[in-house]
């Protein structure tokens, strides 16, 4: 029964979601997107909130901007409770421990003033080498298929680019998972996901408070990737005395630690985090933009491949309107984070003008939800249009700050809480596809299905592209 009804002091003025909807992509063949048309728009358009089952209880989720305006800004009431919190027996928690993204409190401030510099100001010229280098792994691939135009599943190279240029970028050593696909580290990264993802213990999280052989494993292979991945930034910055002349994240982090700010764990949970959100982010909205430009490969793919043509440095490319008009349109219409439930109330309180809140409920926000409404965006809101950011790069810029500041776009949090990656992010995409957009035109793949993921991250699942090189 506790499965089936929320608790009886729950909100009685929005509405339930039925239990069963949040297992129907592990039953039937249902994306996330689907999901939502079919269970989720209505009563979160009229409601702007609704309580939901997910992770093994009830939660509630906000789409509408006024009501998570304020869930951003009072961050007293409802305050972060990350997975260290919520399922501190899960695997994923001993993965990502207590970081700067699921802190709360005096300790998430200790942690963001530690790594905002080293996130917010950082060297490009790796990401511009390994989108060279990824370039280069497509050619390879298009040169040992003689039938040109052979589809190529993205979702591995697009995951090794990016792990390539968080780790360079903001870690201080390399991954080096583009040079070889056959990298250590790459497949001990691999397996843990695996573990970690499980959807039967992501669904139940309960069991892994049992000593499950398999799981006891799992955790004790975590707990070996993380000191791998500790074993790679020593190496790199701590042996040679290199943290202390350089900017990374990574150095500052081992500066705190090094004079007492942090201890050894904190350390370690907030090198992990980085090094996940930085990888796992950017992976999915450079897949999401690839899908999308090869979607619409005879408008958008010819405009940008223009429009970049001549450019190469980083800020040009930021100052493109074609370009970022459609990559703020790719951040809306498929929010990489899709669902984020992670905020528990520390008292009873009131969202917006009538929904009472009890102490301890978790609450949640849904990104795709709030970008889709139709009373944030139009009619016209499930279309992709990157023209409605505008023409000119001062008003799509514009555009772009005035739905972040009023919550009717939250891909990327917003407020004190706002994501420090979003620079690093959108720099990532915009080298890449330039690089990409000057070397091959690329279609979707005529054997690849359209579909989303079916839960967790949204992107589009096992994406598989055609390429065909430009004859210059
Ligand atoms: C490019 C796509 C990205 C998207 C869509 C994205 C989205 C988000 C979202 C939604 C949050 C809030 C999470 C929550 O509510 O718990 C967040 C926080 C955060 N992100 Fe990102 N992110 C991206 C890239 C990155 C990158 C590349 C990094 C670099 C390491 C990063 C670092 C962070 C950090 C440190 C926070 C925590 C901020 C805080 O709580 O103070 N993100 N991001």
């Not at 049992?210 to 790199?236: Q, Y």
Request: glycine share 4%.
């Amino acid at each position: 029964e506790k499965i089936v009804f929320p608790p009886w002091n729950f909100p009685k003025n929005i509405p339930t979601i039925p239990f069963y909807v949040i297992f129907l992509p592990s039953i039937i063949d249902i994306d996330q997107t689907e999901l939502y048309d079919l269970y989720l728009r209505k009563p979160l358009e009229k409601h702007g909130a609704a309580k939901l089952f997910f992770g093994s209880r009830w939660n509630i989720i906000v789409t509408k901007p006024q009501m998570l305006a304020q869930i951003f800004k009072d961050e007293d009431t409802f305050a972060k409770s990350g997975n260290q919190k919520k399922i501190p027996h899960s695997v994923i928690a001993a993965y990502t421990g207590d970081n700067v993204i699921s802190a709360h409190g005096k300790i998430w401030r200790t942690y963001r003033s530690i790594v905002t510099n080293g996130l917010q100001h950082f060297d490009d010229s790796p990401i511009f080498k390994n989108a060279k280098l990824f370039t280069n792994i497509i050619e390879q691939h298009l040169n040992e298929n003689s039938k040109e135009r052979e589809s190529l599943p993205m979702s591995g190279l697009v995951q090794r680019l990016c792990l390539d240029n968080i780790s360079q970028v903001v870690l201080g050593f390399d991954f080096a998972s583009l040079s070889s696909d056959k990298n250590p580290l790459h497949n001990h990264l691999m397996r843990i996901k695996k573990q970690i993802f499980h959807p039967f213990f992501l669904t139940f999280p309960f069991f892994d408070h049992l000593p499950i052989p398999a799981r006891k494993r799992g955790f004790a292979d975590v707990e070996a990737f993380r000191k791998e991945l500790v074993k790679h930034v020593d190496e790199e910055l701590v042996k040679n005395y290199k943290f202390e002349q350089t900017t990374f994240a990574a150095s500052d982090l081992i500066r705190a630690y090094n004079n007492g700010v942090i201890d050894r764990k904190q350390l370690t949970d907030n090198l992990v985090i980085l090094l996940v959100a930085g990888h796992e982010n950017p992976q999915l909205l450079l897949t999401t933009s690839l899908y999308l430009l090869a979607k619409h490969s005879h408008t958008w793919q010819k405009k940008i491949r223009n429009e970049i043509w001549e450019v190469f440095q980083s800020k040009k490319l930021s100052e493109l309107p074609l370009l970022n008009s459609f990559l703020y349109e790719a951040v809306r219409i498929l929010p990489p984070l899709n669902t984020i439930i992670n905020r528990c109330t520390t008292k009873t309180c009131l969202l917006g003008n009538n929904v009472v809140i009890p102490r301890g409920v978790y609450v949640g926000y849904n990104n795709f939800g709030s970008s889709h409404d139709t009373q944030s965006w139009g009619p016209d809101a499930d279309e992709f249009k990157p023209q409605r950011w505008g023409q000119d790069i001062e008003t799509i810029n514009k555009n772009w700050k005035y739905a972040k500041n009023t919550c009717k776009l939250s891909s990327f949090h917003g407020g004190r809480r706002a994501c420090l990656g979003e620079k690093l992010g959108l720099v990532e995409v915009r080298i890449t596809l330039a690089e990409m957009l000057r070397r091959y035109e690329w279609i979707l793949a005529p054997d690849w299905e359209e579909k989303m993921t079916p839960a967790g991250p949204l992107g589009p699942l096992n994406l598989k592209l055609k390429f065909k090189k430009l004859n210059l």
